[in-house]
T-cell receptor
């Protein structure tokens, strides 16, 4: 596709429910990132993939958060037993190269509201 | 530890006036510096970046930023703003050591009034 695509755009989950957020990066992009953006804050890093390898998951806030990219393209961020503090916009970004300083292309995000 | 500080949470300005959005960072290693813009209900779009070379960097939509190593700042400027520049602006850094992640500031909302 022309850009990074995320689905769904909006998700309302009841507390305790599991959710799965999808990211379709730009075709051929090697690197993929997930960020969490709370209301009124800047994005915060969650995890990083290079192809199918998850090289950094230091930003995942708890073991309820899990991300995968099994074939090195589409990625899924899964949150188990959602809690109210999980409410945020989840942004996905991809870059064509692994070299630092390469422009990251962001999707529009998934707004998760936990009620 | 490192951090990115955007000193102003909101900057109101009249159309065609100049604007400066401030960004300071702290890091124990060299960094790359970025400014991103986020329009309502949109993802982040790169405005400009500093990797090396000239400390004055020009970006899209008439924006520019100057890297000041001694003051650890990377302020964003535009000589004349338009209504369409109303958006959230984020400063971000990349560490030069092992991490690939961007560290973002908390953002500055630019509100351009007619």
């Amino acid at each position: 596709g022309a850009g990074v695509s995320q689905s769904p755009r909006y998700k309302v989950a009841k507390r305790g429910q599991d959710v799965a957020l999808r990211c379709d990066p730009i075709s051929g992009h090697v690197s993929l990132f997930w960020y969490q953006q709370a209301l009124g804050q800047g994005p915060e890093f969650l995890t990083y993939f290079q192809n199918e390898a998850q090289l950094d998951k230091s930003g995942l806030p708890s073991d309820r958060f899990f991300a995968e990219r099994p074939e090195g393209s589409v990625s899924t961020l899964k949150i188990q037993r959602t809690q109210q503090e999980d409410s945020a916009v989840y942004l996905c970004a991809s870059t064509p190269l692994t070299r630092k300083g390469t422009e990251a292309f962001f999707g529009q995000g998934t707004r998760l509201t936990v009620v | 530890a490192q951090s990115v500080t955007q000193l102003d949470s909101q900057v109101p300005v009249f159309e065609e006036a100049p604007v400066e959005l401030r960004c300071n960072y702290s890091s124990s290693v060299s960094v790359y510096l970025f400014w991103y813009v986020q329009y309502p209900n949109q993802g982040l779009q790169l405005l400009l970046k500093y990797l090396s070379g000239s400390t004055l960097v020009k970006g899209i939509n008439g924006f520019e930023a100057e890297f000041n190593k001694s003051q650890t700042s990377f302020h964003l400027r535009k000589p004349s703003v338009h209504i369409s520049d109303t958006a959230e602006y984020f400063c971000a850094v990349f560490r030069m050591d092992s991490s690939y992640k961007l560290i973002f500031g908390s953002g500055t909302r630019l509100l351009v009034r007619p």
